[in-house]
């Protein structure tokens, strides 16, 4: 496991070099957010993590429901059982392993790791706009139906779970990079991921954090960059 701090927001890494799985711990001045649990063995690492700032885990908050971010959930809610769990209401539905579309959404098979046997419910149903701390829950379809990432105010870092990528190359979620294509083969729809992509480019984060690759300062030259391949590519 490796770990990377910037101002409030620690990365922890996991299998850094070959397959990098993603969480984050957002500290806050009476506890921890953590943000995607990773698989099941990333528990004892997170745990760890935990300890050594000194903070407890106070909320437990999905980007999204794919195998590769729940994998922890279930242990870390017996670990921390007053913590709240929160996911976007749309995606809390594919946590049950229900990949039924809505009849508004792109008519498009649900991609990717879809979990089975999740014991946890959620005790919060995130909306665009909702708080957690300090941070800011904003909707971010594409990847997944209803996938969010959340911008912490005091620093401008933006946690994007896999509406980006940073490994192998900064690329918007569908856009297919051969060194690690995995987020590409997950993703349900291009298009929304391309819109959703451009909508938190406006919002000029200060830091990418994504769910796979390392955390990228001044990322905006480079998202920029990747939108325009990503367009010529969706087209």
Known sequence: MKKTIVEQVMQLSFMPRLFPVNVYLVEEENGLTLIDTGMPFCQKGIVSAAADIGKPITRIVLTHAHGD??????????AFPEAEFSISARDAILLTGNTRLEAHEPQTPIKGGIPKGIASKP?????????????????????????????????????????????AGLAVSGDKRLLFPFPAMATWSKSTALSTAKKLTDLSPSVLACGHGPMLKNPLPGMRQ??????ALFA
């Open 69 to 78: 971010h729940v994998g922890s959930l279930d242990g870390l809610k017996g």
């Open 123 to 167: 005790d919060r149903l995130l909306k665009d706009g909702d708080m957690l701390g300090s941070l800011l829950a904003i909707d971010a379809p594409g990847h997944t139906p209803g996938h969010m990432v959340f911008l912490d105010q005091r620093s401008g870092i933006l946690i994007a779970g896999d509406a980006w990528q940073t490994r």
């Open 226 to 231: 990747a939108i325009r391949r990503a367009e």
